[in-house]
């Protein structure tokens, strides 16, 4: 994995987000994800500017594909599935790349995205325990942001904050 500039990246460009600030979520989109805080919180965002771009497949796809049928902010967007010899640009189609583990999985497993995530060199949001070791890395080495799972209000605010940090 390679950092390249969100600029220049084929996803980025063909959905035509060169100006919006993008959060990535990729990878499963499983039960322990916590997919239905992530949505909520996108309907709560008031930056006009932020995207939570979902790339990849999982039990949670269809979620996913109704919110974005049913919600009028047009914030979410799905880009499918890319193989794994693109993800290089698929890793690289943000600003900002989002993990996410349920509370209810603490101690019991790291996201394996998180390192996929941090070898493309984007600033991290991790939805879970910040006592956890992802949570740890991102705050002991300043790559990111904390939040706690299952709080799609404080979701928001954080995010909202980060775009206006962006803009």
């Given at each position: 994995i ?10 980025i ?6 100006d ?6 990729v ?9 239905q805080?992530?949505?909520e ?9 932020f995207i ?44 900002i790349s ?6 209810s ?56 904050e ?6």
């Amino acid at each position: 994995i390679i950092p390249m500039r969100k600029e220049d990246n084929n996803i980025i460009k063909n959905l035509n987000l060169q100006d919006k600030i993008v959060f990535s979520f990729v990878g499963n989109f499983g039960l322990v994800q916590g997919i239905q805080n992530l949505l909520e919180a996108s309907s709560l965002v008031k930056n006009k500017n932020f995207i939570l771009l979902f790339i990849g497949d999982g039990s949670e796809k269809n979620k996913i594909e109704q919110f974005i049928k049913y919600n009028n902010k047009n914030n979410v967007i799905y880009a499918g599935k890319y193989p794994n010899s693109e993800e290089n640009i698929f890793l690289n189609a943000c600003d900002i790349s989002l993990i996410s583990l349920d509370e209810s999985m603490y101690g019991l497993g790291v996201p394996s995205k998180t390192y996929y995530n941090m070898s493309a060199g984007k600033p991290l949001l991790y939805i879970g325990c910040r006592y956890s070791e992802v949570g740890r890395v991102i705050i002991d080495n300043q790559i990111g942001w904390v939040c706690e799972s299952r709080n799609p209000k404080k979701l928001a605010n954080l995010i909202d904050e980060i775009c206006r940090e962006k803009d």
